[in-house]
């Protein structure tokens, strides 16, 4: 058996063909040092790590000695297209009883402002749910281990209030919002951050009976959020973990009409034996028992969140849900159009409780579906039917 040639050792680090990016913040990137043995494996990190930034086209290394001491250069090739993107989606809905979604968003986002490698996002989106949101992003060490984050928005959301299986009324929730968020990147897996934030709300019914309250204040105080992704797809992934989780305190300190909080998280697993997945899904969320408004309503119902019900079917203070998916892809797609398609089944369960307005709160409620799916170049896509 050929054992592999060591790669022995370099005297320096270099970067080439970059343009635009600053060399010193993928230099920090870079866990192997000059002097210390090289090694596959972590080199291999190092170039996922840099790839990782979402700034090039693809990455290579080779170790040269032609010009003096023997250096590993490493080659990012930088995204043609960049640095300044628009990105453009589409939303669609339907669970054909009446509730139906239509979404458009466009998105600009420009890097590269600063040499911490700062980014500026807007987004801009109409239909179901409208918005027109900012956000800075700005690294304030060369390794980009730290951020600041300064954001605004302002828009609508609309959904539907439900007594048992009738829609009685549309909620309609305006809100404008500022904020600031500092924290750090988590290595190559998640982001944590808080910070202060202070919004508007205005919420009343668009139409339909006076199921829930109206009114118009301020809601402001201290939001942190945590999310870790190691999932190996983003839309139908196969081996993997993901989680998220949200926590806000509205503090009167802060301007808000009343004090409350809102605790919200999410955790998915998936694994793969051959052809076959199978994903396991936890959610819930609680206001600590501080009674939280109306328009911070927990929701289940719809498409893989209690299939068999209308979405958003149930809202209130307490959530909590269950759902474990199997699937497996039945057609693979050409690269250009997306990986494939996908058939599979889920078993879900979930309860919402302390509902407002003296709703009716139903209990335990179980569902199942079967779907077909698709991962295509303009997103994913699922068709199902749900019991």
Do not use: C
Not at 53 to 66: N, P
Not at 142 to 167: C, E, L, M
Not at 199 to 226: C, F, M, W, Y
Request: charged content about 20%; cysteine-free; glycine content about 14%.
């Amino acid at each position: 058996v050929a054992l592999p040639k060591p790669l022995g050792t370099v005297d320096e680090i270099r970067f080439a063909g970059l343009e635009r990016t600053n060399p010193e913040v993928l230099r920090a990137l870079v866990e192997t040092k000059p002097g210390e043995p090289l090694d596959e494996a972590k080199l291999g990190h190092d170039l996922r790590r840099v790839y990782g930034r979402g700034d090039f086209e693809s990455i290579g290394y080779r170790i040269g000695s032609d010009t003096g001491p023997r250096a590993l250069i490493i080659e990012p090739r930088e995204k043609s297209w960049g640095p300044d993107y628009l990105r453009f989606g589409l939303g669609l809905a339907s669970d054909f009883e009446g509730t139906n979604q239509f979404n458009v968003l466009v998105e600009y986002r420009k890097s590269w402002l600063n040499r911490l490698g700062g980014e500026w996002t807007t987004q801009a989106q109409i239909g179901q749910n409208t918005l027109l949101a900012t956000e800075f992003y700005q690294p304030v060490v060369a390794s980009g281990r730290w951020f600041v984050s300064p954001y605004a928005s302002i828009g609508q959301q609309t959904r539907g209030v439900f007594a048992g299986d009738d829609k009685v009324a549309d909620y309609l929730v305006k809100a404008a919002q500022v904020g600031i968020a500092g924290g750090a990147v988590l290595g190559t897996w998640g982001q944590f951050g808080i910070g202060p934030v202070w919004s508007h709300v205005k919420a009343e019914i668009d139409t339909g009976s006076q199921a829930l309250p109206e009114g118009s204040e301020n809601t402001s105080g201290i939001r942190a959020r945590l999310f870790v992704d190691q999932m190996d797809h983003a839309y139908w992934p196969r081996n993997g973990i993901a989680a998220a989780g949200s926590a806000y305190a509205a503090l009167d300190s802060f301007g808000s009409t009343q004090s409350y909080q809102r605790l919200e998280g999410n955790v998915r697993w998936a694994r793969s034996w051959g052809e076959h997945t199978v994903q396991v899904g936890l959610a819930g969320g609680t206001d600590l028992g501080s009674d939280m408004p109306a328009y911070e309503s927990l929701t289940l119902g719809g498409p893989l969140r209690l299939s068999g019900y209308r979405i958003n079917q149930f809202a209130g203070r307490q959530m909590a849900f269950g759902r474990l998916m199997y699937y497996k892809r039945i057609f693979p797609l050409p690269d250009l159009l997306g990986s494939g398609i996908y058939a599979g089944a889920s078993a879900e369960v979930g309860r919402v409780s302390n509902r407002f307005d003296n709703l009716p709160t139903p209990g335990t409620l179980w569902s199942g579906s079967l779907f077909l799916g698709a991962d295509t170049f303009a997103g994913p896509a699922l068709f199902g039917a749900g019991a």
